[in-house]
C-alpha cells in the first residue's frame, strides 16, 4: 500500500496569524484547539491539510516547495488583489498580454506562492 499525505507542513516564525492567514486564503478553518502562541497551528480546507510549525530559524532561501493556487470563483487578477488585502505581498509577474501566465506572491513570512488564471479564463482561452 501506498504513502498518502498527511500535511503539507511549514516551518515557521509564528504558526497561528500564519495559520489564520492561509485559512482566509483557502476558506478554510483553523483546528477549534489553535490558540496564539501555540507552536503549531493547523489549517483544513476542502481536503487538504497545512500543518505550521513553529522553528528558531528564519526563512533564508527561496522554497523549494510552493503551492499554486487556482481561483474557483474569481479571476486570477481579482484574486490577487484579495490575497493582497489579505496581507500577501506580490513578488513577481509571469502575467502575459495574451492572459496566460501566473503571479508569484509571498504569505506573511515570506512563503512563496502562485496564482494561475481560473479554470474559466483557462476554457475561455
Known amino acids: 500500500m501506498a504513502s498518502r499525505v498527511h500535511f503539507i507542513t511549514t516551518d515557521c516564525a509564528d504558526p497561528y496569524p500564519l495559520a489564520r492567514f492561509w485559512a482566509a486564503v483557502l476558506d478554510g478553518s483553523l483546528h477549534e484547539d489553535d490558540k496564539p502562541g501555540d507552536p503549531q497551528a493547523l ?3 476542502d481536503g487538504l491539510s497545512l500543518l505550521f510549525i513553529q522553528v528558531p530559524e528564519s526563512k533564508s532561501v527561496k522554497n523549494r516547495l510552493h503551492l499554486d493556487l487556482q481561483p474557483q470563483d474569481r479571476t486570477r487578477d481579482e484574486e490577487v488583489e484579495r490575497l493582497l488585502g489579505l496581507g500577501a505581498a506580490q513578488l513577481a509577474d509571469h502575467r502575459n498580454p495574451d492572459g496566460t ?24 482561452g
Open 101 to 124: 501566465g501566473w503571479v508569484t506572491m509571498t504569505d506573511p513570512e515570506g512563503n512563496e506562492f502562485c496564482v494561475e488564471r481560473s479554470a474559466a479564463e483557462r476554457a475561455a
Open 43 to 45: 489549517v483544513r480546507a
